[in-house]
């Protein structure tokens, strides 16, 4: 009984995390929104409290939040199984997807039309978003000290102050208060590169530009156009934004080096998790750890805050994105549609608008 039990909940965790994965477009922010409503909201996995304290956990380490957060559901839900089943369920439909694109980009030399599919997206995004937004305030910001680091967050945020600061400080305030050609570049090379990014990768997934950046055009193996075609392919697609990587993978030393790349900045990740989750178990009922995440979690909810005042300019650019955004609350707050199909049927009509050249 407990066997099939255990089996269950796999083919749960494998299901929930694979839909996400194929339907969870436009960025960290919009993943942990949607993977919120999934296993909290509907789902019943586990509590808004224990949920945000798995959030502020993926804040304090490094690599794509939310594929970490995919880890730390499947762990609580199936356990050592459920934490790789759930972080393979999320990569694998958009790294397939990435790589995909990728061959035609080498073939054709440019990206599939995108652009209606991303005009149609953000709006739905920034709404998705919101949502989360309201219900994670609501859990996180509950005193005036809270409230003060929330603002504090979003204030510094929007400033431009460093998201992995922000978290840093806020831990501590809560201690203290009571281009290149195909087979040109080694495998090996490829997966140190991609492993040093996951590892030390902090902050949101668009950081992952700078890093890419950084490594790759120091190496003179990627330019800046194709750095942006990764990125936009990354952001275009739906799951990690971090799949860029399979992309930049693909450019560098064909399929090899896209299943490299892929697996190389995603498993420092689940090594992570892996190690962190059981301590975020045992330890957020201390108090001192409980004051810790409490501030992270406040400072997490500016943060996301400081997100969609960032989106609005983007997703709200014309009568067109306004209506579609219309739709999408109409949908999430009038009728409790999924964010996951409210962003599925967005990208549909986007890709059906942009064909038809409407």
Not at 141 to 150: E, G, Q, Y
Not at 187 to 213: C, D, P
Not at 258 to 284: C, K, N, Y
């Amino acid at each position: 009984m407990r066997l099939n039990d255990d089996g269950h909940r796999l083919r749960e965790v494998v299901r929930v995390f694979g839909w996400l994965g194929l339907t969870a477009f436009g960025g960290p922010a919009a993943h942990v929104a949607l993977q919120e409503e999934e296993c909290v909201e509907r789902r019943g996995w586990l509590d808004r409290q224990r949920f945000l304290d798995f959030l502020a956990a993926t804040n304090l380490i490094p690599g794509p939040n939310s594929t970490e957060m995919a880890m730390h559901l499947g762990w609580l839900r199936a356990g050592w199984p459920g934490l790789v089943a759930g972080g393979v369920a999320f990569i694998l439909p958009s790294a397939v997807l990435v790589g995909v694109l990728a061959a035609a980009y080498v073939r054709w030399g440019q990206l599939p039309a995108a652009a209606g599919m991303l005009a149609a997206l953000r709006p739905a995004v920034l709404v998705i978003v919101v949502d989360a937004l309201r219900r994670f305030a609501r859990q996180a910001v509950h005193d005036v000290w809270s409230a003060t680091l929330a603002l504090a967050a979003l204030a510094l945020a929007l400033d431009g102050t460093s998201e992995v600061l922000l978290v840093a400080l806020a831990a501590l305030v809560g201690l203290a208060a009571p281009r290149a050609r195909v087979s040109a570049v080694p495998l090996a090379q490829l997966a140190w590169v991609f492993a040093k990014i996951g590892a030390t990768l902090f902050g949101s997934g668009y950081v992952l530009i700078a890093y890419l950046r950084t490594e790759l055009g120091a190496r003179g193996w990627l330019d800046d156009a194709r750095l942006l075609d990764a990125i936009a392919l990354g952001q275009l697609t739906p799951g990690p934004v971090s799949t860029a990587a399979t992309f930049v993978g693909y450019l560098l030393a064909g399929a090899p080096g896209a299943l490299v790349a892929t697996v190389a900045i995603f498993l420092p990740g689940f090594v992570l998790v892996a190690a962190t989750a059981p301590m975020v178990e045992r330890w957020r009922s201390r108090p001192a750890v409980r004051r810790a995440l409490d501030a992270v979690n406040a400072a997490v909810v500016g943060l996301i805050a400081a997100v969609v005042v960032r989106l609005v300019p983007a997703a709200l650019a014309d009568r067109t994105a306004v209506g579609i955004a219309v739709a999408a609350a109409t949908a999430v707050f009038g009728f409790g549609i999924p964010g996951t199909t409210v962003m599925l049927a967005a990208a549909t009509a986007g890709l059906v608008r942009a064909f038809l050249h409407v």
